[in-house]
């Protein structure tokens, strides 16, 4: 009987240190960058300038290895013209999304949770990304003639973010 009791007991302890385990958290990593070199064609949607085809395509070489969930882009011709080659070699189509809204990020987060996804966007959407899911204003806007940053962030909820900051192509500033 005593012998029945331990190892019920036993089981007991185990089955509830294995219920009481923490499920291990999922991190959803966002690629973001912003578009390429413009063009000053006098237009509010100018394309890229042979500069910005050409980090464009150093985007496409950085990312070769990496796979990648989905892409995203804002309805702009310099935005999709950035991530247009990694779109390309990974076979990959670029999705639109509406920048600086809170429940379209969220929406990516969620569509996309525990995998990798390209955002290319603008001098201050790029910013606004990564600030959003750390839950507090860390990165400013970047200056106009800022085209060569990567911020790779790593989320496992809105608030709980962390961000690696990387250059990429020839460097701008």
Request: glycine residues 6%.
């Amino acid at each position: 009987m005593k012998k029945t009791i331990l190892v019920f007991a036993l089981f007991s302890v185990i089955f509830i240190g294995c219920t009481n385990t923490p499920t291990p958290q999922t991190i959803t990593t966002f690629i973001l960058v912003r578009h390429a070199e413009k063009a000053d064609d006098g237009t509010k949607d100018p394309p890229l300038t042979p500069d910005g085809k050409i980090r464009a395509d150093e985007l496409a070489k950085v990312l070769k290895e990496t796979n990648l969930d989905a892409i995203y882009s804002t309805a702009f011709k310099r935005t999709q013209e950035t991530v247009a080659p990694t779109a390309n070699s990974k076979s990959l189509s670029v999705l639109a999304y509406e920048a600086m809204k809170g429940d379209e990020m969220d929406r990516i987060l969620k569509t996309h949770k525990g995998g990798t996804v390209l955002i290319s966007g603008h001098s201050n959407t790029t910013p606004w990304v990564a600030n959003y899911f750390l839950g507090n204003e860390a990165y400013p806007d970047f200056i106009d003639s800022d085209f060569d940053n990567i911020l790779i962030v790593s989320i496992l909820e809105k608030g709980n973010a962390s961000v690696t900051w990387m250059s990429y192509g020839m460097p701008t500033n």
